[in-house]
């Protein structure tokens, strides 16, 4: 307060100001991770490709539920799990199918089948897959066919 009672208006230096502004990291309160480096994250590359001998799928009974399996997959993610959760559901046989992905930054996920016990969960597993599979082809060549189809036009 100046000597008459009334407040004295602040004045700021724009060079200390400036200095004092990129100085400081810039984040926002949006994305707080613009500037940070991300060394605790697996490289993705890596995460995609399996190493010679590397398990592709574990399997691991569930001892509390009868006829259910708990399938562990590496290097896969949304795609694949809910392709298997959906197509294994379509089988009159199965009572659960749900699949879960542990951490949004490692490339693996669990997926959970139960049946009645007229087939494992393992065989509903692979029937699943195969049909997949055949699916996928039927894609591929209608796919190419239209594409063909398509460059000649």
Do not use: W
Request: hydrophobic residues 35%.
């Amino acid at each position: 307060m100046n000597s008459n009672g009334s407040p004295v208006p602040h004045t700021v230096d724009p060079a200390a100001l400036d200095s004092a502004f990129n100085a400081r990291p810039q984040t926002s309160r949006y994305n707080r991770s613009a500037n940070v480096h991300r060394e605790n994250t697996p490289d993705k590359v890596q995460e995609l490709f399996r190493e010679k001998g590397e398990q592709f799928i574990k399997v691991e009974p569930e001892t509390r539920v009868q006829n259910c399996a708990v399938f562990h997959f590496s290097k896969e993610d949304h795609t694949l799990g809910n392709l298997l959760r959906d197509r294994i559901l379509a089988d009159e046989c199965v009572l659960f199918s749900g699949y879960k992905v542990p951490h949004p930054l490692f490339a693996k996920f669990e997926l959970r089948v139960q049946t009645d016990g007229s087939k494992t969960p393992k065989q509903a597993v692979l029937d699943a897959s195969t049909a997949l599979i055949s699916d996928l082809d039927k894609l591929n060549n209608e796919f190419s066919k239209e594409y063909a189809l398509a460059q000649l036009r």
